[in-house]
């Protein structure tokens, strides 16, 4: 499903130590598919939410929204076709009610850290680190929101390396399921 | 980078020069400009810790919600410390004094939580100004763990 990078001039030869040439591009993908999956997940967690909630998931789609449209951009800029959504996800457990939307939410949000940690780790400029980490941030801050849980580490719990797993992590919910799309 | 272009930069005015200027108040012995981000770190965490137990100390109806963030800050500084040797000791920031936490409990929250909200940002500005992608994904984690404790601590 990784989408084919864009031809590397070949004039350059990286050294051992440096980033692999498509970890940045990898990273991008990776989170795209995360957005992807955040996008179709707060569809279902905004159903089963009312008043404030509801209106706290209204702008985490809006901001999921907007970073996906932000990274289809960077991907195409960088020649390479992004990542498509799934026709479905499957939810990894059955969202009937606010405290189950809310987990859901709160579990998306974890799953989004990793991928943002990656792009960080593996960004060639100032401005995609910047994206990245602070998403990072906003992904830990509605995690909490939701489900009051905190974490030492957003994004490097349970990693034994991160900065040597670039994009190695699997995007949330991306599991093809026959649930159509809303 | 078009469309990232275009997101704000704190205001930083970061360039690529800006990665080698040693933080304020960090020693100029520390051999390399990430020694002194991971120096300029180690110094909000330990600051943090010192505010956490201060706060504690005069209001223990907060020690519920504080305990839990301030073992995080202890697992930042050992992490910061792990990610290579810091010539400088660790240690050495004084303790708030006891007139230095707000006698309203709530104010006292407050406090704890604008000091994790500028550790956040801070964290992030030391992200973004790092050399080494390892220790830039550590500061944005860290920084990211400070933007929930605010988060955590506007619902207590």
């Given at each position: ?119 960080v780790?593996?960004?060639t ?27 030492a580490?957003?994004?490097l ?26 | ?33 990430d ?6 770190a ?6 943090l ?58 104010s ?14 801070a ?9 080494g ?13 400070e933007?929930a ?8």
């Amino acid at each position: 499903m990784r989408t084919s990078p864009a031809p590397q001039p070949s004039s350059t030869e990286p050294s051992p130590v440096a980033p692999q040439p498509d970890g940045e591009l990898d990273a991008m993908q990776a989170a795209l598919a995360g957005e992807h999956a955040g996008v179709y997940g707060y569809g279902v967690v905004g159903a089963h939410l009312e008043d404030d909630a509801r209106d706290s998931a209204r702008d985490a789609l809006a901001v999921h929204r907007s970073r996906r449209n932000t990274l289809e951009a960077e991907i195409r800029a960088l020649g390479a076709q992004p990542v498509a959504a799934l026709p479905g996800y499957a939810l990894p457990f059955p969202v009937t009610d606010e405290p189950s939307a809310r987990l859901l939410a709160g579990t998306m949000e974890q799953r989004l850290q990793p991928l943002y940690v990656d792009l960080v780790t593996t960004a060639t400029d100032t401005a995609a680190r910047e994206f990245a980490a602070r998403a990072v941030a906003d992904a830990a801050v509605r995690a909490t929101v939701w489900t009051a849980a905190t974490s030492a580490f957003p994004g490097l719990d349970g990693r034994a390396d991160a900065a040597s797993t670039p994009g190695g992590t699997p995007s949330a919910n991306a599991t093809e399921s026959s649930t159509p799309e809303g | 980078m078009v469309g990232l272009a275009a997101a704000p930069l704190l205001g930083l005015g970061l360039s690529a020069c800006s990665i080698g200027h040693p933080a304020k108040s960090a020693p100029a012995e520390l051999p390399d400009a990430d020694s002194r981000l991971r120096w300029a770190a180690l110094r909000g965490e330990q600051s943090l810790l010192s505010l956490h137990a201060a706060v504690v100390a005069k209001h223990p109806g907060l020690a519920a919600s504080l305990e839990p963030l301030t073992a995080h800050h202890t697992e930042h500084v050992a992490a910061i410390t792990a990610e290579g040797p810091l010539p400088i000791a660790a240690g050495g920031v004084p303790e708030p004094s006891a007139a230095a936490v707000p006698d309203d409990a709530g104010s006292a929250l407050a406090a704890v939580r604008d000091a994790e909200r500028v550790a956040a940002d801070a964290r992030l500005t030391g992200c973004l100004q790092a050399a080494g992608p390892r220790l830039a994904g550590l500061l944005a984690s860290v920084g990211a763990a400070e933007a929930a404790h605010d988060a955590a601590l506007a619902a207590a």
